[in-house]
């Protein structure tokens, strides 16, 4: 009897100690990934406030929420090499390996430029765009002769054609995108559609909405997590 009593000690000392170790193990590997938001052309860090707060309320701590700011009237390229730097320095703070970057309108298009020329396919694990141009908008037409970002958001732009040329959506980076029929400045809507992405369609939401509208928060949420 008493040696039936020992085994039972030993057993459950054994299994606490190889629970110990995969607890542990499994925390480290819940812990999300950074979260970089990047605004749209004339847009502000604080559009995303809604977002991020929701993101905190489920469990993300604050160092792992960054809003990206940047002059959106320079060229996309030249947002690219600030939003490079802007990820290495996240990783470093952070200690991660990937970002997952969450986009509004313009903001996709500098980060896909990071993916695909810059070595950001090596450090991004989920890329979202909400109401992108990637394919281009009409109404750049309005203001591409004055300012650089406009003109790189044109139909057919050179700077469109070398994104989507090839494959659009390189590297093992999860893409997902977000479009609302009733978006009246991305036109046409499926512009925002990507080749190799997850595209999904939203209910009738203005072009700034998107990212404030719970429904799309919470799809967003999902895709990162």
Not at 91 to 115: C, E, F, N, Q, W
């Amino acid at each position: 009897m008493r040696l039936r009593h020992v085994r039972t000690l030993l057993s459950a000392l054994v299994a606490a100690v190889l629970v110990v170790p995969l607890t542990a193990g499994t925390a480290r590997a819940t812990t999300p990934d950074p979260v970089v938001f990047v605004h749209g052309f004339s847009g502000k860090s604080g559009q995303f406030s809604t977002m991020t707060r929701d993101f905190g309320a489920n469990g993300y701590p604050e160092d792992r929420l960054h809003v990206f700011g940047y002059n959106s009237f320079q060229s996309n390229v030249t947002t690219a090499h600030q939003l490079a730097d802007y990820i290495d320095n996240v990783l470093r703070r952070t200690g991660a390996s990937k970002v997952d970057i969450v986009t509004h309108s313009m903001g996709g298009l500098s980060s896909r430029y990071y993916i695909k020329h810059l070595g950001g396919a090596d450090r991004v694990d989920d890329w979202v765009s909400i109401g992108g141009p990637n394919n281009g908008t009409a109404l750049a037409g309005f203001c591409d002769l004055l300012i650089t970002a406009c003109g790189e958001m044109r139909v057919g732009s050179n700077f469109l054609r070398d994104l989507n040329a090839g494959d659009p959506t390189p590297g093992n980076v999860t893409y997902t995108t977000f479009r609302s029929p009733c978006d009246l400045v991305i036109n046409p809507v499926d512009s925002t559609i990507l080749n190799g992405a997850d595209n999904r369609r939203t209910a009738c939401l203005g072009h700034i909405g998107m990212i404030s509208d719970a429904g799309v928060i919470n799809a967003v949420r999902e895709v990162v997590s």
